[in-house]
Nanobody
Framework: QVQLVESGGGLVQAGGSLRLSCAAS????????MGWFRQAPGREREFVAH????????YYADSVKGRFTISRDNAKNTVYLQMNSLKPEDTAVYYC????????????WGQGTQVTVTS
């Protein structure tokens, strides 16, 4: 079955950087879109970024554009989220997710990894 396993979260000071990883297994993801979402305490889960696995096309939420970069490594079947210039408002649990590229909803989700940014 499909498994998405996130890692790389942690505690960082404002202005610092972290790189999240999402190891994907269980099928070929060539026809999938891989996304990163986040959820802060007391808030709705929100979209952060996505990448079309085959073409590498990316899209970002305005709140992270220019600071975060999503990428994938085909050989390792892993998606990354490089987060630079972190702000306290980036504090959240970050989730990796996958959906078929022609489908509107994400079917597969990881367990999440905590990112905490201190001021």
């Amino acid at each position: 079955q499909v498994q998405l396993v996130e890692s790389g979260g942690g505690l960082v000071q404002a202005g610092g950087s972290l790189r999240l990883s999402c190891a994907a297994s269980g099928r070929s993801f060539n026809s999938y879109v891989m996304g990163w979402f986040r959820q802060a305490p007391g808030r709705e889960r929100e979209f952060v970024a996505h990448i079309f696995w085959s073409a590498g096309t990316t899209y970002y939420a305005d709140s992270v554009k220019g600071r975060f970069t999503i990428s994938r490594d085909n050989a390792k079947n892993t998606v990354y989220l490089q987060m630079n210039s972190l702000k306290p408002e980036d504090t959240a649990v970050y989730y990796c997710a996958a959906r078929g590229r022609f489908l509107p909803t994400y079917d597969y989700w990881g367990q999440g990894t905590q990112v905490t940014v201190t001021s």
